[in-house]
């Protein structure tokens, strides 16, 4: 059996495709993505064992002969290899219990008489195991850490690798007994006391979530109301001090009405479709008054978002419910006084896979005053190959494109007029990016991904100890706490919460002297709301996931953003007392530079292969992937 899917336009032009093939049994046999006649073709082929998944195949041209049969196969050495293979095992039960990939890195895993995963080693022989209540549900995840410690015990220091593992969890009951994995550790559900490199996870009556422990001797506590919505959590310090409440209430439709914690205060209200009216962000410390008002189309897009001081996205959306026009403007200004911000207006066109081909950019809140274009070309599997910046009369004034090679990875592009070659391993890493400027990188990995290159330690739990330039230390829950200029012994302290996330960055000099670089503060909603460093203070109101405002502490406006329906990618942003700039973003949802609503370049902006600024500076806190870039750290 055959199928064949393709997305083609009103003049016959295919822009997308994929043939499907089956074997007798309905199994999926190969898969062609894309098409040799733009170069795009991608083939996958999977080989089965009864009704397993044997190994797979993403196949490069030279590992075919002259008729189109493989020549490559599980059994071909990995330095023979240009095709990229994964080959998986299973034990009797059918149970997968080793996947190898491409480059010969192995995972291995092992279960319990249930069927429950009790352990993974990854490629680098770091061993996670996870234990399970008489429900089958996880209490404790024990850390590669944890193993560490065990394997140093004399009894274990001299057994194989995978003996070892053995002796955690056997890969069959009669492979060993009494194995290590459900060991007591120390951590109790019952007595509230955790352990180290183990993370425990305790349920009440009715299943939900009570409590846990991290790694870090933390305990975060919740309760829930009769329909099982969370409507408090507690944290609690290592020595067990109650440190936060957050509160949430729900009406009868389980729809959240408020939420509140230290820093953040929040009320929803909704529609008669429970579809979100507006959020108050009212009674927030340190936060200006933000309301946002929302309204909906008959098929639940939002197309109007607005909040108190009158600035509004207005969206319209075509019968694919896929964005057609967008507008940003001030709606309500007092006679005398100026806009909060210019409008701009864009309009939106997709080719027939719904992929966005055209975007133009306007002046003002219509169709009229066009200022230049945004053009994107795709491949016939739908990957990006050409992306151009234009004015209004077509005139290029950036462009950036992309190639692929065989195995779908991108082995060369162009970045304003700067072209690099890149190089990657079968299982896509990136081996070396060499570039016509001269910015040339280059990197080496082991079996697990961690980085080889010259300096670099990685330890237990794939954790980078050196680079050569820094040394690094970590806490219970890998989260970076130092970082140790190896030249000049300056360190640098980050904190994080009960969440992980970052609250506070420091910088301690030789002598000791330990100063406060940044603090960070989030809402109940763990979105960051709120920057502060010795120099200014930058507090950020949220429309859902996405950030509509920036306030300094006085609580002026600093920056509006505007943004496409995809997640991180910025249509526009409005800094105090400027006029506003279109944002320039490649595949990635990367700022790669700006035009003004002249339809001038007013700048462009590079990257190295993983974020490094290398050209010019974002504009406001973006970048990188749409990313936010942190200038004081």
């Not at 911000?341 to 309009?347: C, D, S, V």
Request: some cysteine; aromatic content about 10%; charged content about 25%.
């Amino acid at each position: 059996q055959t199928t064949y899917e393709a997305y083609v336009e009103a003049d016959g032009t295919v822009v997308q495709e994929k043939r499907s093939f089956f074997d007798s049994a309905g199994r999926l046999i190969e898969e062609i993505t894309g098409s040799d006649e733009d170069n795009s073709k991608l083939v996958r082929k999977l080989f089965y064992d009864g009704n397993l998944l044997d190994w797979e195949i993403i196949v490069h041209p030279d590992s075919l002969d002259g008729s189109g049969n493989l020549l490559e196969s599980p059994a071909t050495p990995v330095a023979e290899r240009k095709s990229s293979i994964t080959d998986y095992v299973y034990d009797v039960a059918g149970r997968l219990i080793s996947q190898i990939d491409a480059e010969g890195g192995v995972v291995d895993f092992r279960y319990d008489a249930q069927g429950n995963r009790i352990a993974l080693r990854d490629p680098a022989g770091n061993i996670t195991t996870w234990l399970y209540d008489f429900l089958d549900r996880p209490i404790e995840e024990r850390a590669p850490l944890f193993w560490d410690a065990i394997r140093q015990q004399p009894q274990y220091a001299s057994l194989s690798a995978d003996a070892f593992l053995d002796q955690i969890a056997p890969a069959t009951s009669s492979a060993g007994a009494n194995p290590l994995y459900d060991d007591p550790s120390g951590a109790s559900c019952g007595a509230k006391t955790g352990a180290a490199h183990v993370r425990l996870t305790c349920y009440d009556a009715e299943g939900n979530e009570s409590f846990t422990l991290d790694r870090n001797g933390r305990r975060r506590e919740y309760e829930y109301d009769h329909a099982a919505n969370l409507v408090r959590e507690q944290w609690f310090d290592d020595l067990g001090t109650l440190i936060r409440t957050t509160a949430y209430d729900y009406d009868a439709a389980g729809n959240m009405l408020t939420s509140h914690d230290p820093d953040s205060t929040y009320v929803f209200t909704y529609d008669v479709l429970n579809q979100l009216k507006s959020v108050d962000n009212e009674g927030s410390p340190g936060i200006p008054h933000v309301i946002l008002t929302y309204g909906y189309d008959g098929h639940g897009n939002v197309i109007s978002v607005t909040d108190n001081f009158g600035v509004s996205v207005e969206s319209v959306y075509n019968s694919r419910n896929l964005l057609d026009k967008r507008t940003w403007r001030d709606t309500l200004v007092p006679t005398g006084e100026t806009s909060d911000i210019e409008p701009l207006h864009f309009a939106f066109h997709y080719n027939a896979a719904g992929r966005p081909e055209q975007v133009l950019r306007y002046r003002g809140t219509d169709d009229t005053n066009l200022v230049g274009k945004v053009v994107r070309d795709y491949d016939r599997t739908g990957r990006s190959t050409d992306i151009t910046f234009t004015n209004a009369v077509d005139q290029a004034l950036a462009d950036y494109g992309f190639g692929y090679n065989a195995l779908g990875s991108m082995d060369h592009d162009t970045r304003a007029g700067i072209e690099a070659t890149y190089v990657h391993d079968l299982t896509g890493q990136l081996l070396s990016a060499t570039r016509t400027n001269g910015n040339d990188e280059f990197f080496s990995y082991d079996l697990n991904g961690n980085r080889t290159l010259p300096g670099y330690v990685t330890g237990p739990g794939n954790r980078l100890k050196s680079d050569g330039v820094y040394a690094y230390e970590y806490d219970g829950e890998g989260n970076r706490i130092a970082r140790t200029e190896i030249a000049s012994g300056e360190i640098t302290h980050y904190e994080y919460d009960h969440r992980n996330l970052l609250v506070r960055v420091s910088e301690q000099g030789p002598g000791g002297n330990e100063v406060e670089i940044a603090a960070y503060t989030y809402d109940a909603l763990n979105r960051r709301i709120m920057i502060k460093t010795a120099e200014d203070t930058t507090v950020t109101v949220h429309d859902r996931d996405q950030a509509w405002v920036d306030f300094n502490d006085a609580g002026e406006v600093e920056a509006r953003y505007l943004y496409d329906d995809e997640i991180d990618m910025l249509l526009a942003i409005a800094e105090a007392e400027q006029q506003p700039i279109f944002v320039n973003v490649d595949l990635l949802g990367s700022v790669v530079g700006y035009i003004s609503v002249d339809g001038a370049l007013a700048a462009t902006v590079a990257y190295d292969v993983f974020g490094g600024l290398t050209h010019g500076e974002p504009v406001g806190r973006f970048g990188y992937a749409g990313r936010e870039r942190d200038r004081s750290t």
